[in-house]
Nanobody, 126 residues
Framework: QVHVAQSGGGSVQNGGNLTLSCVVSGSTSVANCVAWFRQVPGEAREGVAAIYSLTGTPVYADSVLDRFHISQDKDKNMVSLQMKDLRPEDTAIYYC???????????????????WGQGTQVTVSS
């Protein structure tokens, strides 16, 4: 049974930094995609960043490129999302998700991910 547990998040002012972490347990797969999504109430959930576990190759949404950094610690089964220069439009609930075995070619497609974290609020005030 795969389980995704998130931590981090909170409230910061415009230009601040936060880090989110995600620990995936119960899986022996070494090649999969772990992604971060975010959702504002009333809007569609959008992909923010993802990392291919086998190679550590990251991908990012244009809106967060050069501000967010996704990384993994294989020993801890952890994926982290470092968020810098946060803006009010980054305010959302952030979710970590793990795909079935495979790459990140379709990383923004939610149906690729059977396992999701509980979500964590990120609030950026102006």
């Amino acid at each position: 049974q795969v389980h995704v547990a998130q931590s981090g998040g909170g409230s910061v002012q415009n230009g601040g930094n936060l880090t989110l972490s995600c620990v995936v347990s119960g899986s022996t797969s070494v090649a999969n995609c772990v992604a971060w999504f975010r959702q504002v109430p009333g809007e569609a959930r959008e992909g923010v960043a993802a990392i291919y576990s086998l190679t550590g190759t990251p991908v990012y949404a244009d809106s967060v490129l050069d501000r967010f950094h996704i990384s993994q610690d294989k020993d801890k089964n952890m994926v982290s999302l470092q968020m810098k220069d946060l803006r009010p439009e980054d305010t959302a609930i952030y979710y970590c998700a793990r795909s079935r075995p495979g790459n990140c070619n379709y990383w923004t497609t939610q149906s690729v991910y059977p396992w999701w974290g509980q979500g964590t609020q990120v609030t950026v005030s102006s």
